[in-house]
């Protein structure tokens, strides 16, 4: 048993570990490849999703904390 929980665990750290490396190499490729136009409208939609995101969950938050 602590075989099996042994290799998971070292299993989840280079699927996890792989995952981050690979995303960062493929944002940079993107990001090269792209015009850096695009780039920059890119970086501002994500930032408005965000903030949008962030106007979501602080409106659930005070619906949910007013009903107490």
Request: hydrophobic fraction near 50%.
């Amino acid at each position: 048993m602590l075989k099996r929980l042994f290799w998971l665990t070292i299993g989840f750290g280079l699927g996890a570990a792989t995952t981050f490396r690979v995303q960062g190499a493929l944002r940079r490729r993107v990001e090269r490849a792209l015009p850096p136009a695009a780039v920059i409208q890119l970086r501002r939609f994500n930032l408005a999703l965000e903030e949008r995101a962030a106007e979501i969950r602080a409106r659930r938050l005070a619906s949910h904390g007013g009903g107490q």
